[in-house]
């Protein structure tokens, strides 16, 4: 099972936002209207999640994808799909943006070349497998940091208290913890009622 929390803002009334729910209700596909727990996700259908994303992308301010708590990982197409298709699908300001897959640098290049005009107040990248967080880390800094595109960042790619925390700050981006920034879905819509 592939956990997509695709949440829409609370005035999303447009008739697009409605029908692309709905559609996915037809489809028996989520059993609430705000997280979608997509289940049987691989490389051939994520294109319906994706469209979805896409549909609504003027209400949205809340995006999570995360591939890990259900042993994804090692669906390496998966991630790499995700990673190329997102980056030009996405608003021009997401409020929270929340990406746990198996990260290609080449996807993530990717992913940050195709949402280049996107401002994402806080972002939270994670990388289960920790390879190459250097690389990962020097891509965070060349797409996101120089670009300030980012107000808050939660990465597993730096160690709180490191120099890169200082680094990022000075663009004025705040470093946190993963589980500082990291919003339980639950949580959320319980403080939107």
């Given at each position: 099972?592939?956990?997509?929390?695709?949440?829409?803002?609370?005035?999303?009334t447009?008739?697009?936002?409605?029908?692309?729910?709905?559609s996915?209700y037809?489809?028996?596909?989520?059993?609430?209207?705000?997280e979608?727990?997509?289940?049987?996700?691989?490389?051939?259908?994520?294109?319906?999640?994706?469209?979805?994303?896409?549909?609504?992308?003027?209400?949205?301010?809340?995006?999570?994808?995360?591939?890990s708590?259900?042993?994804?990982y090692?669906?390496?197409?998966?991630?790499?799909?995700?990673?190329?298709?997102?980056?030009?699908i996405?608003?021009?300001?997401?409020?929270?943006l929340?990406?746990?897959?198996k990260?290609?640098?080449?996807?993530l290049?990717?992913?940050?070349?195709?949402?280049?005009?996107?401002?994402?107040?806080?972002?939270?990248?994670?990388?289960?497998?920790?390879?190459?967080?250097?690389?990962?880390?020097?891509?965070?800094?060349?797409?996101v940091?120089?670009?300030?595109?980012?107000?808050?960042?939660?990465?597993?790619?730096?160690?709180?208290?490191?120099?890169d925390?200082e680094?990022?700050?000075?663009?004025?981006?705040?470093?946190?913890?993963?589980?500082?920034?990291?919003?339980?879905?639950?949580?959320?819509?319980?403080?939107l009622?």
């Amino acid at each position: 099972m592939t956990k997509i929390c695709i949440i829409p803002n609370k005035d999303c009334t447009s008739e697009i936002c409605d029908r692309s729910i709905s559609s996915l209700y037809v489809h028996s596909l989520i059993d609430d209207p705000v997280e979608k727990d997509l289940q049987g996700f691989d490389d051939k259908n994520i294109f319906s999640a994706l469209n979805l994303i896409e549909n609504i992308q003027q209400n949205l301010n809340y995006l999570s994808i995360c591939l890990s708590k259900f042993g994804l990982y090692q669906s390496d197409n998966l991630s790499s799909l995700i990673l190329q298709n997102l980056g030009q699908i996405l608003p021009n300001r997401l409020e929270y943006l929340s990406l746990d897959l198996k990260i290609n640098i080449n996807d993530l290049k990717v992913f940050f070349n195709n949402s280049q005009n996107v401002f994402i107040r806080r972002f939270l990248i994670r990388e289960k497998t920790h390879q190459d967080s250097e690389i990962i880390l020097s891509c965070i800094k060349q797409y996101v940091m120089k670009e300030k595109r980012v107000a808050y960042l939660a990465t597993d790619s730096i160690p709180i208290g490191s120099n890169d925390v200082e680094e990022f700050k000075v663009h004025g981006i705040q470093v946190m913890r993963y589980d500082q920034l990291h919003i339980q879905v639950y949580d959320f819509i319980n403080e939107l009622s």
